[in-house]
């Protein structure tokens, strides 16, 4: 609980501590085969998401120099190209292809971030007093679902040893407007995906 209330501050790991000896992205095909290593090097590379276009992947990199942020992949040219510097991380391009987002430690917790490919236009969405992560654009990408802990403590001391609040889902415009609230219950709501509609694959 200290690592929680203790504004993360205390924390069992430095942020150097991520890189873990390094982690790499890598491609296959659907059928297994192809195997391809895109990343190298020491640093803990994760998280990717495909542009629609399937040429760029957008990842975070933990830095085992401390450097850390977003890193964007050309699968054309094997091209890397820095996309923040910050402790970010869970990057989602959008469907539409326009944003990423992502969640940023800011201010003692994690908070909803979206940036233009290009790296111009970043905009924070969330600002609460718990970790707002674990994201999902919807499938035409208007609308974001996400994990928040914004609710405080609940039940968990009496299930677990849980060192922060569970968290609830929301959902909130791609520009962080119209926050809706879906659940409130005494159990971990965490990693939420949008279903596909038949509609949003033919666009």
């Not at 890189?19 to 190298?40: K, M, S, Y």
């Amino acid at each position: 609980f200290n690592a929680f209330f203790n504004g993360f501050n205390g924390l069992f790991l430095k942020p150097g501590d991520r890189a873990e000896g390094g982690a790499q992205i890598a491609l296959v095909n659907p059928d297994g085969t192809g195997f391809r290593e895109l990343t190298r090097g020491p640093d803990n590379n994760a998280f990717p998401s495909m542009a629609p276009d399937g040429k760029r992947i957008v990842f975070r990199s933990f830095g085992a120099d401390g450097k850390n942020g977003l890193r964007v992949f050309n699968l054309d040219t094997n091209a890397v190209t820095p996309l923040t510097n910050d402790y970010d991380n869970f990057p989602l391009w959008s469907p539409r292809g326009d944003l990423i987002m992502f969640s940023r430690f800011a201010e003692n917790d994690y908070e909803i971030y979206t940036i233009k490919p290009d790296g111009t236009g970043l905009k924070r969405l969330s600002y609460s007093h718990g970790n707002d992560a674990h994201q999902g654009w919807s499938p035409v990408g208007q609308r974001i679902v996400f994990a928040s802990s914004r609710l405080g403590f609940k039940d968990e001391m009496t299930y677990t040893d849980a060192p922060q609040p569970y968290g609830e889902l929301f959902t909130m415009k791609y520009d962080g407007t119209d926050l809706q609230q879906l659940t409130d219950n005494q159990w971990e709501e965490g990693t939420p995906a949008w279903q596909p509609t038949k509609s949003a694959m033919t666009h």
